[in-house]
């Protein structure tokens, strides 16, 4: 790491690096709490969890300004185990995903991101987006006139404040603002207190108290796959936002075995693992935040603020951060992808609506994504198919038809490779398919020609083939296939 990049992570506009952070640990607070009650565990330990995780990865990361912390995708895959089996088998299986992902890393993994489209990861982002207002619902949804006129006057100074100064960001304002109001006044509203039980000392470090048995692995390792995939999944489509956001490059590689070092440390200290949190990392890119000490002192602060500000944060009414949460939804959607639908081809409109409504409906990000790389994988796999074409060329006077075939001939358009070759206008020919325009993927592929030559030649008709690539013939001949052909 050369020493400007490191001037750069560290050191550049560090009060503008410091405030960004802050918002993103304010932003945190009730998603990290509710996600705590998901996975069926105290709030301390998804915010055990969220610190340890916050500073380990700033340093291990591969993705600067990236805001990681106990998740609602990680919670969900986590909470079974918890109920099954109870909160040390969790930490065991946190352990584990952690040195799964260090593995993922080390191999290099991270390149699959290259197979996630543009539409799959707009899809994620709207979808989450969705889910992150929806979660606001129930602290907005049945409350008196008290709680409503606090989340007007939230999100009022939050957009407003802006226009007067940009020194501080907005949210903070807001935070700082309705807690004075909230307590001069006495407003009977919730409060961070009300949410749960709240850290009351540092994380200790303590091996999880499981038996270190072959029934305890079978027991979490199913649990630990899904955890580190999850969090995977979600921290690599978080970096790709941040890069497109930025305009910057990440290590892929690097955030994987960041990430499994951070969720190992977090099991470790009695914390949930975790991974990258999108809400936040806008926010945080939103107000400034570039580099890692953003990261950094989002994880620390959180910490202070929960342990050693505990009796003054408790005291932050519950309307301030869900107003934050709501700022987070509308920043964090994609408003320009709704002008672009009709505008963008329809299948990569539809992949990114397919994975909004699988990700909102089913709750479950990494099911969303994984339906919309398959859909985009099956659309693309279409769209090429339908460039295959077969030019019929008869030669009457030589008694010779040639067949010119121009495209990719793989699985999806074999079919239409066979179907494009008829006995009739070959009858009495001699037939040359040319395939220098051409080229042959798989077996599917291979099989198809085979079928297409053992036609004619069935029928009486001397065919040759012609213009095989290089990579073509290596493949046929790897197959052992008996047909003689030759290359261009």
């Given at each position: 790491m050369s020493l400007s990049s490191i001037r750069r992570d560290w050191s550049a506009n560090p009060i503008r690096e410091m405030l960004a952070g802050a918002v993103a640990t304010f932003a945190l607070i009730p998603e990290v709490v509710a996600f705590s009650f998901v996975a069926g565990v105290d709030p301390e330990v998804g915010l055990f969890a969220s610190f340890i995780i916050g500073i380990v990865i700033a340093f291990t990361g591969g993705r600067p300004a990236m805001i990681s912390a106990a998740a609602g995708s990680v919670a969900l895959v986590a909470a079974p185990l918890v109920h099954a089996?109870?909160?040390?088998?969790?930490?065991?299986?946190?352990?584990?995903?952690?040195?799964?992902?260090?593995?993922?890393?080390?191999?290099?993994?991270?390149?699959?991101?290259?197979?996630v489209s543009k539409s799959v990861r707009t899809g994620f982002v709207n979808a989450l987006a969705i889910l992150i207002f929806a979660a606001q619902l129930p602290h907005i949804i049945g409350g008196d006139w008290t709680s409503y006129a606090m989340l007007a006057a939230g999100l009022a100074v939050i957009y407003l404040a802006p226009r007067i100064t940009t020194a501080v960001p907005s949210p903070l304002i807001c935070i700082l603002l309705l807690t004075i109001a909230a307590v001069a006044l006495d407003l009977p509203v919730l409060t961070?207190?009300?949410?749960?039980?709240?850290?009351?000392?540092?994380?200790?470090?303590?091996?999880p108290t499981v038996p270190m048995t072959l029934e305890t692995l079978k027991i979490i390792a199913a649990p630990a796959l899904a955890i580190a995939m999850v969090g995977l999944l979600e921290s690599m489509m978080t970096a790709s936002v941040v890069d497109d956001l930025t305009d910057t490059p990440s290590s892929k590689n690097r955030e994987c075995t960041g990430l499994g070092i951070a969720n190992t440390a977090a099991s470790l200290f009695g914390g949930i693992?975790?991974?990258?949190?999108?809400?936040?990392?806008?926010?945080?890119?939103?107000y400034g935040g570039r580099g890692?000490?953003?990261?950094?002192?989002?994880?620390?602060?959180?910490?202070?603020?929960?342990?050693?500000?505990?009796?003054?944060?408790?005291?932050?009414?519950?309307?301030?951060?869900?107003?934050?949460?709501?700022?987070?939804?509308?920043?964090?959607?994609?408003?320009?992808?709704?002008?672009?639908?009709v505008v963008?081809?329809?299948m990569s409109s539809a992949v990114m609506l397919v994975t909004v409504v699988v990700t909102v409906f089913s709750a479950n990000l990494a099911l969303g994504v994984a339906v919309g790389v398959l859909l985009s994988g099956v659309f693309f796999a279409f769209k090429v198919a339908r460039l295959m074409r077969v030019e019929t060329l008869p030669d009457a006077a030589a008694a010779m038809v040639t067949y010119r075939v121009t495209g990719q001939i793989f699985f999806a358009s074999a079919d239409a490779f066979i179907e494009s070759f008829t006995l009739d206008e070959a009858e009495g020919m001699h037939v040359l398919i040319d395939v220098s325009r051409a080229h042959f993927w798989?077996?599917?592929?291979?099989?198809?020609?085979?079928?297409?030559?053992?036609?004619?030649?069935?029928?009486?008709?001397?065919?040759?083939?012609?213009?095989l690539n290089a990579a073509s013939s290596t493949l046929i001949g790897s197959l052992d296939n008996p047909l003689s052909l030759k290359e261009s």
């Open positions: 089996h109870g909160l040390q088998y969790l930490l065991a299986a946190g352990l584990l995903a952690g040195l799964i992902q260090i593995v993922f890393g080390l191999l290099r993994l991270g390149v699959l991101m290259r197979f961070v207190a009300d949410l749960g039980k709240l850290p009351d000392s540092l994380p200790i470090f303590a091996w693992a975790g991974c990258g949190m999108i809400g936040q990392t806008v926010s945080n890119v939103k890692r000490l953003s990261t950094l002192f989002a994880g620390a602060l959180l910490l202070i603020l929960m342990v050693l500000l505990k009796p003054w944060v408790s005291q932050v009414p519950v309307a301030a951060l869900v107003a934050i949460m709501v700022m987070v939804s509308i920043d964090t959607f994609d408003w320009s992808s709704l002008r672009t639908l963008h081809p329809r798989d077996i599917t592929a291979v099989a198809a020609l085979e079928k297409v030559v053992h036609r004619f030649k069935a029928n009486g008709i001397t065919v040759d083939v012609a213009g």
